[in-house]
Nanobody, 115 residues
Framework: QVHLVESGGGFVQAGGSLRLSCAASGSVFSISTMGWYRQAPEKQRELVATITRGGTTNYAGSVKGRFTMSRDNAKNTVYLQMNSLKPEDTAVYYC?????????WGQGTQVTVSS
């Protein structure tokens, strides 16, 4: 099993920045890809960014150029640096760890961006 704990959410004004962290524990050797997803009220959960074990990243078009995902393998932690935040970025952000055949999720952290 993999346990994920997110931190770093909060309230920020439009144009501001936040950095989310997700610390993984347990069977971390089994993780192939980690990702950040978000879910706004009354909307479906959507992909924000992913990073492979080798460090290859992928971003949703809506955040490309503003968000950067990185990982520290020594700390089993991934980060999401969010710059130039917009009100439409407001959502609960979830960390995801992909193993076979199970996906693990963190508890989520709220990000609120005011206009």
């Amino acid at each position: 099993q993999v346990h994920l704990v997110e931190s770093g959410g909060g309230f920020v004004q439009a144009g501001g920045s936040l950095r989310l962290s997700c610390a993984a524990s347990g069977s971390v050797f089994s993780i192939s890809t980690m990702g950040w997803y978000r879910q706004a009220p009354e909307k479906q959960r959507e992909l924000v960014a992913t990073i492979t074990r080798g460090g290859t990243t992928n971003y949703a078009g809506s955040v490309k150029g503003r968000f950067t995902m990185s990982r520290d393998n020594a700390k089993n932690t991934v980060y999401l640096q969010m710059n130039s935040l917009k009100p439409e970025d407001t959502a609960v952000y979830y960390c995801n760890a992909r193993t076979f055949p199970v996906d693990y999720w963190g508890q989520g952290t709220q990000v609120t961006v005011s206009s």
